[in-house]
Nanobody, 125 residues
Framework: QVQLVESGGGLVQAGDSLRLSCAAS????????MGWFRQTPGKEREFVAG????????RYAASVKGRFTISRDNAKNTVYLQMNNLKPEDTAVYYC??????????????????WGQGTQVTVSS
């Protein structure tokens, strides 16, 4: 069992930056591929970014590539999402995710083994 707790969301203006954190419980954190998804009302949850077990392989949605960076610290059981140059269309609830599927498959995934509770990110224009 893995429990995920996100933090770092908030209200910012367009062009600002935010860093989301996701703290995971358990001793098996390094055996999970980690990632972030987001969801807005009335829409499906969508993939944002993913990172492999050791952190050497990452994947991004086209809409965030070049602006967002995912990283992980296995010693701290934490995964991060650095979001720069935020846009109003980035407004969503952001969910941390953990799964054992390889990160190259994440862009088409709709379900994962574990979800966090979500953190709201609101970007005003």
């Amino acid at each position: 069992q893995v429990q995920l707790v996100e933090s770092g969301g908030g209200l910012v203006q367009a062009g600002d930056s935010l860093r989301l954190s996701c703290a995971a419980s358990g001793r098996t954190f390094s055996t999970y591929v980690m990632g972030w998804f987001r969801q807005t009302p009335g829409k499906e949850r969508e993939f944002v970014a993913g990172i492999s077990y050791g952190g050497s392989n990452t994947r991004y949605a086209a809409s965030v590539k070049g602006r967002f960076t995912i990283s992980r610290d296995n010693a701290k059981n934490t995964v991060y999402l650095q979001m720069n140059n935020l846009k109003p269309e980035d407004t969503a609830v952001y969910y941390c995710a953990a799964d054992r599927a390889v990160v190259t498959t994440w862009s088409t995934r709709k379900n994962v083994d574990y979800w966090g509770q979500g953190t709201q990110v609101t970007v005003s224009s």
